[in-house]
């Protein structure tokens, strides 16, 4: 399976730099959203099963979720993770923290999270992480990426992801996608009318029928 060219549209139109920034305000919309998504991340490794746990987040910025749990989960060293992220300031930035945390089962790669090829010796995934990824991409791509996401994943494997609620709100055909694909509901939050930000977390049940996709996920819009 080839990789194929980078999707620079992850790179284009937009500063990620200066939106990961926000973080840094503890009152904003995207520290919520971080706030929520470690918890789902910390107890998704608890329900692992024994032994190695393998984390991949996709588009994973400055990897602010994974480098933020793992310190302190009493599973830490159960964990090896595989943050991708094709933004070079982002990358190294996670890289950097993850050294600064003594993380050294975290592995960022400089690559498009695109391309399965470049993180397909990481999977199957214990947990996924798709956060900040489908409301920059098509419906057609968010359909694409949640079907292929049981291969992605081991049975019981859990799937968290998030999608802003403004109309039209597409979390409704996404959670059905997921269903559809094989995967139980855990839980799904829709924040309030500020941020009209949705959360998932889904854990899979079976199975995938079909192998890892040989065409890219997705193309960000912006």
Known sequence: MEAGPVNYGRIVGMDWVAWHARY?????????????VSLHLSEAIDRAPPGPVRVVSLCAGQGRDVIGVLPGHPRRDDVRAVLVEVDPSLAEAARRAAAEAGLAQVEVREADAAAVANFADALPADVLLLCGIFGNISDEDIKRTVEASAAMCTPGAT?????????????????????????DELAFAATGPDTLMGLGANRLRRAATAGLPDRPLFTFRR
């Open 159 to 183: 799937v968290i992801w998030t999608r802003h609620r403004a109309a039209p709100d597409v979390t409704p055909r996404i959670r059905a996608w997921f269903t559809a694909s094989g995967f």
């Open 24 to 36: 840094d305000d503890p009152s904003s919309w995207l520290s919520g959203r971080l706030r929520r």
